[in-house]
T-cell receptor
Framework: IAGITQAPTSQILAAGRRMTLRCTQDMRHNAMYWYRQDLGLGLRLIHYSNTAGTTGKGEVPDGYSVSRANTDDFPLTLASAVPSQTSVYFC?????????????FGPGTRLTVL | GQNIDQPTEMTATEGAIVQINCTYQTSGFNGLFWYQQHAGEAPTFLSYNVLDGLEEKGRFSSFLSRSKGYSYLLLKELQMKDSASYLCAVRDSNYQLIWGAGTKLIIKP
């Protein structure tokens, strides 16, 4: 593993189903983030985690949950998917002790909810 | 509310210079980032400004004026591979990144 990986790459999901998007990083970054990206809009923060064991809500958290059991993994769960959750989801991580706290992104998961 | 404004789309010619502007209104300021995003790919980090002035990195430069809430990304000697979206993001007082919608840059031969 080099950097951040996300799985699956893409998924088509029936409304009402439960889905977990996986994110793993091997850079030992303390902070991790989940964003969604929709056409015409900037990236919007869903949830974040400043360190293992802690999580926080971003701009658009409703319908999503996260956990951070260890440094490397930060899964995002949709408890009961709705069509408005159709989007591209990006996971990112950063070293918040660094000078710039730059965020580095995974390749994304394209999710379609029908 | 918080707001980041960038042009939706720009067109430039291979070999030329292009300037992509970004204006922001945020609650607090703790740095401004530029990212490049090719279609279907993840954003990749280009530059970071926290003090006023110009930061140069090869063909790319980024400028910041905190008093004006303004930044620009300057791309020189444009290449076809520079065709991408360019995202401006500001870190606010809560240390969260606020993102612009991005500027799609089209390079013509």
């Amino acid at each position: 593993i080099a950097g951040i990986t996300q799985a699956p790459t893409s998924q088509i999901l029936a409304a009402g189903r439960r889905m977990t998007l996986r994110c793993t990083q091997d850079m030992r970054h303390n902070a991790m983030y989940w964003y969604r990206q929709d056409l015409g809009l900037g990236l919007r923060l869903i949830h974040y985690s400043n360190t293992a064991g802690t999580t926080g809500k971003g701009e658009v958290p409703d319908g999503y949950s996260v956990s951070r059991a260890n440094t490397d993994d930060f899964p995002l769960t949709l408890a009961s998917a709705v069509p408005s959750q159709t989007s591209v989801y990006f996971c990112a991580s950063s070293d918040s002790s660094g000078a710039t706290d730059t965020q580095y992104f995974g390749p994304g998961t394209r999710l379609t909810v029908l | 509310g918080q707001n980041i404004d960038q042009p939706t789309e720009m067109t430039a010619t291979e070999g030329a210079i292009v300037q992509i502007n970004c204006t922001y209104q945020t609650s607090g300021f703790n740095g401004l980032f530029w990212y490049q995003q090719h279609a279907g790919e993840a954003p990749t980090f280009l530059s970071y400004n926290v003090l006023d002035g110009l930061e140069e990195k090869g063909r790319f430069s980024s400028f910041l004026s905190r008093s004006k809430g303004y930044s620009y990304l300057l791309l020189k000697e444009l290449q076809m591979k520079d065709s991408a979206s360019y995202l401006c993001a500001v870190r606010d007082s809560n240390y969260q990144l606020i993102w612009g919608a991005g500027t799609k840059l089209i390079i013509k031969p």
